[in-house]
């Protein structure tokens, strides 16, 4: 499990023991901490003393990310949000759709058996549309491309081309792309792009539990929909779109075959 970490300790005091409990077997949690000021690191420490727990270089969701995805041991990646929004009950189904053959399970509240009680008439209509954006651009048929509960095998992390996570920013304090919160959407866009099998699962998101929401619908649209712009250029130029009829949104039969093994899950 990859988990980011921005001033969440009363928030990890809760999740991180269910998560626990859930997924007794899980092979790693990795904790990458943003520079908390709240004994976030020192709480996950005392909570889960196996943790891996490491402070990014840079600043951003994303880099956060891509210094945990450096760290993965395990053959299943989980991306995890620490706010207690997403359900650690939820683990197995992310890992049985990879197991069925997905290489990238990506959760979606707008699917059958998705929910979200943390969503807005204005978010929902905005998603919907930046959904029908990227549908057109790369061939997809995501339902819920603004979504960060997502998993996939660790042997398609090369595959992101994520930048280089321990290099410094720059001195102006600018944020290099990927960084900041439009990972999510460079992760959907570079998968799709790959044509690598994607699966939806049903998700249903939960509330933060402590501390306040740092989304802004129009902004963080604004930004999701230049990401995909960007993407799709980048796509382009590197001759990828013409794959991606191979992009497919369903259960598949297994490209790899066997049971999810939680005990060599990574995230
Ligand atoms: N390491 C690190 N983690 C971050 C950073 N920004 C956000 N996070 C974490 O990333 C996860 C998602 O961030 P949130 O602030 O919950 O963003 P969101 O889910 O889009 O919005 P709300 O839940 O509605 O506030 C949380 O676990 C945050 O603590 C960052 O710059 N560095
Ligand atoms: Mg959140």
Request: glycine share 10%; proline share 4%.
């Amino acid at each position: 499990m990859v988990v980011p970490t921005l001033n969440e300790a009363r928030n990890l005091e809760v999740v991180l023991p269910e998560l626990v409990e859930a997924v007794p077997d899980l092979h790693e949690v990795i904790v990458v901490d943003g520079g908390s000021v709240d004994g976030t690191l020192e709480t996950a420490r005392r909570l889960l003393p196996d943790a891996v727990t490491c402070t990014q270089v840079r600043r951003g969701k994303g880099n956060a990310l891509a210094t945990g995805f450096a760290r993965v041991t395990g053959d299943v990646v989980v991306m995890f949000d620490a706010d207690g929004s997403a359900d650690p009950a939820e683990i197995p189904a992310f890992v049985a759709a990879l197991t069925a053959g997905a290489d990238f399970a990506k959760g979606s509240r707008f699917t059958a058996g998705g929910g979200s009680a943390d969503i807005t008439a204005v978010r929902r209509a905005g998603n919907e549309f930046l959904n029908t954006v990227m549908n057109r651009g790369f061939g997809t048929r995501f339902s819920d491309l603004c979504y960060g509960y997502n998993a996939f095998w660790a042997d398609q992390l090369p595959v992101l081309d994520l930048p280089e996570h321990e290099k410094p920013g720059p001195a102006d304090g600018t944020m290099l792309w990927g960084d900041g919160f439009e990972i999510e959407t460079v992760i959907n866009c570079r998968f799709a792009a790959a044509g690598v099998k994607i699966t939806e699962v049903p998700s249903v998101e939960r509330l933060r539990i402590f501390g306040s929401s740092n989304l802004h619908a129009v902004k963080d649209g604004v930004r999701v929909l230049r990401t995909i712009r960007t993407e799709r250029s980048r796509a382009r130029r590197s001759g990828h779109l013409g794959r991606l009829s191979r992009t497919v949104l369903s259960g598949q039969a297994a490209r790899r075959g066997g049971s999810a093994d939680l005990s060599r899950l990574a995230s």
